[in-house]
């Protein structure tokens, strides 16, 4: 049974900064997916990552993930007020069964 | 692009009637799910169905089932609603074959409120 844990749950961080989610699972997924929410709406796509070693960028949000760690990154970099948003990470069971990440809420203070 | 809809953003019940959420999705998608999401536990995915009449448990079915008669259309069902059923509810769709690495699509959620 595929086990998404997320670190930190709340993340509060000044603008400019740079800071990095993680995400562990814990038998092998195919792929990792991270998704972000703001409050009040629905999840939206961010990346999806399909193999070992991928990277996926989008302005100041870097994915990347490790299957041989089970492991995988987003990394905000230089932040700006409009990221903060919950984000949350999940890995794929069989049969296109996503298992989510309690989430992480960012708040970005200027 | 994709569209999810559901059909209320917001809904509240009493203890013990019957509920029905419906969920639409117009991409011709052979998945569908449900999930409710509570705060500090991420989405738990309750069903899901691969195909028109078929349908899966997820991890907390308890209290819930689903309709799938039509490839578009999924239905959560909350049989007799209980206050423990007070949540946010998300329906998702995602393609199938070529397209596994497609994520799947979102619904704007319904707050389900049971007094």
């Known amino acids: 049974e595929l086990k998404v844990e997320q670190n930190p749950l709340f993340l509060s961080m000044q603008e400019g900064k740079n800071y990095t989610i993680y995400c562990n699972y814990s038998?092998?997924?195919?792929?990792l997916y991270w998704y972000r929410q703001d409050p009040g709406k629905s999840l939206e796509s961010l990346f999806v990552l399909l193999s070992n070693g991928a990277v996926k960028q989008e302005g100041r949000l870097m994915a990347s993930l490790d299957t041989k760690a089970r492991l995988s990154t987003l990394h905000i970099t230089a932040a700006v007020h409009d990221l903060s948003a919950t984000y949350f990470c999940a890995g794929m069971e069989y049969g296109n069964k996503l298992v989510f990440g309690a989430g992480t809420i960012l708040r970005v203070k200027s | 692009d994709v569209k999810v809809t559901q059909s209320s953003r917001y809904l509240v019940k009493r203890t013990g009637e019957k509920v029905f959420l419906e969920c639409v999705q117009d991409m011709d998608h052979e998945n569908m799910f449900w999930y409710r999401q509570d705060p500090g536990l991420g989405l738990r995915l309750i069903y899901f169905?691969?195909?028109?009449?078929?349908?899966e448990k997820g991890d907390i079915p308890e209290g819930y089932s689903v309709s799938r008669e039509k490839k578009e259309r999924f239905s959560l069902i909350l049989e007799s609603a209980s206050t423990n059923q007070t949540s946010m509810y998300l329906c998702?769709?995602?393609?199938?074959?070529?397209?596994?690495?497609?994520?799947?699509?979102f619904g704007d959620g319904t707050r389900l409120s049971i007094l």
């Open positions: 169905s691969y195909d028109v009449k078929m349908k």
């Open positions: 038998t092998t997924s195919d792929r």
């Open positions: 998702a769709s995602s393609g199938f074959g070529t397209v596994l690495d497609q994520p799947q699509h």
